[in-house]
């Protein structure tokens, strides 16, 4: 398959609309979450007219045709990632409650009074609120690894704090949310092992973007979000390798978890069902399946190539324009992501601006405050790319950007804002 991003909008019917009286929609908000193609909704919409039932136990054909469509979703997503076994995919409400779940069942049964938990600043709330709140419970701590001036981490600095912390968990984003710089996950992740540590990656802006092979990571766990891989919303995925999900206490309690329930208590049955309490995201799966599908058939290494282009295109352009400040490393060492402030106009005011012109780009803290507080801003905007953006997208984007400098600079306004979320 030719890599042609004109042609490949085609398969996304929501990019045919227009916004803001007309004007053709530029969409680069992918970072926060992207569109679905037609395969994806169409997937989705089969299951519900055709096949829909609650999956696992059901004696009748629907159950079982659902149940299998589900399970087979299962193994798409182990063979995207390149998994040993199935059973080491478990499905999830997305990247937050995959987290969420290693904090409050790994954390609770591995991690106690005095032990460290080993961050970047540059994560995500994500990937530093659940460590908070395992803090709280069992008394551990969560330490912060700097960035360089360049928004990069030195492998020395890792080393350093590796050894001076010794912790029992290493958690780090694969590519960053604000900054777009990609951190070594393999070489990382075999330095954390070394030191004694194990690893969670964060993949959810590295699953869209590049070839994941979990082997090759060698992480304790990898979680990503459907619906920044052109899924459906409200279904993610945790990996884990399978000593660590048999050993692991099930976190949320319920059906389909259990083996056997009594007055007296209960037994949790294997993974990955252990870990998927209720009634599971059955449709998204389906259609979490069919994105990933489309992925492959695109090429994970087609879209890198192209996203690194068009963020290319856009970080030079950006520096070109009179104070403006780009966050983060040169486009070499980053993923699809330009963020950036302008001296004395404040961020909301440059997203608003945009729209009228039909670019969509985010303004605000990205659900990374402390990594804000640490750059000294209150506030970014983001462009982020993905595969069905063009060259001439990034222009306009550029254009409107130049004009916004024209118009708010010149009447010296500075907005101060709060931040808000994501
Ligand atoms: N981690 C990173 C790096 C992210 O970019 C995001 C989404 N903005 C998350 C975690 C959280 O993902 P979700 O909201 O899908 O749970």
Not at 405 to 419: E, L, M, T, V, Y
Request: charged share 20%.
């Amino acid at each position: 398959m030719t890599f042609d991003p004109h042609q490949l909008r085609d398969d996304f019917p929501i990019l045919r609309r227009t916004v803001a009286s007309g004007q053709p929609l530029a969409y680069l908000d992918n970072a926060a979450s992207t569109q679905r193609p037609q395969v994806v909704i169409d997937a989705m919409s089969d299951c519900y007219q055709n096949y829909y039932a609650n999956v696992h136990r059901g004696i009748h054909t629907l159950s079982e045709e659902s149940t299998a469509a589900y399970e087979a979703a299962r193994v798409t997503t182990q063979h995207f990632l390149n998994a040993r076994s199935s059973r080491e995919i478990v499905f999830t409400a997305g990247t937050t409650a995959g987290i969420n779940t290693v904090a409050r069942s790994w954390g609770h049964a591995n991690v106690g009074r005095g032990d460290v938990i080993l961050v970047t600043i540059a994560e995500h709330h994500a990937n530093i609120v659940p460590w908070h709140q395992l803090a709280e419970a069992v008394g551990c701590r969560v330490e912060f690894l700097p960035i360089n001036q360049s928004g990069t981490i030195d492998d020395s600095v890792v080393a350093q704090a590796l050894k001076t912390h010794r912790p029992k968990l290493f958690a780090f984003t694969a590519t960053s949310n604000v900054l777009g710089t990609n951190f070594p996950a393999q070489s990382w992740t075999e330095m954390a092992h070394r030191s004694g540590a194990a690893v969670l990656v964060d993949a959810a802006q590295a699953a869209p973007h590049e070839v994941i092979d979990v082997q090759q990571w060698d992480a304790d766990f990898v979680v990503f979000s459907g619906h920044k891989v052109c899924g459906p919303t409200g279904i993610g995925v945790l990996y884990a390798k399978l000593e660590h999900l048999e050993a692991m206490p099930a976190f949320l309690g319920g059906g389909g978890m259990i083996q056997t329930v009594t007055t007296e208590g209960f037994t949790a049955t294997e993974p990955p069902e252990k870990f998927e309490a209720g009634t599971p995201p059955i449709a998204e799966a389906i259609g979490l399946a069919e994105a990933l599908r489309y992925l492959q058939r695109v090429g994970l290494d087609n879209i890198r190539q192209h996203e690194n282009a068009l963020c290319q295109r856009a970080d030079q352009a950006l520096r070109q324009i009179e104070g403006v400040d780009v966050l983060g490393p040169m486009p070499d060492l980053k993923g699809g992501i330009v963020s950036f402030t302008m001296d004395r106009i404040h961020a909301h005011d440059i997203a608003q601006w945009l729209d009228t012109r039909g670019v969509a780009v985010r303004a605000g803290h990205h659900c990374a405050m402390p990594l804000h507080d640490v750059l000294g801003k209150t506030a970014s905007a983001r462009a982020s790319f993905y595969l069905y953006n063009t060259v001439e997208e990034v222009d306009r984007f550029i254009e409107a950007v130049q004009e916004v400098r024209k118009k708010f600079a010149s009447k010296g306004r500075r907005r101060r804002r709060p931040p808000v979320t994501n």
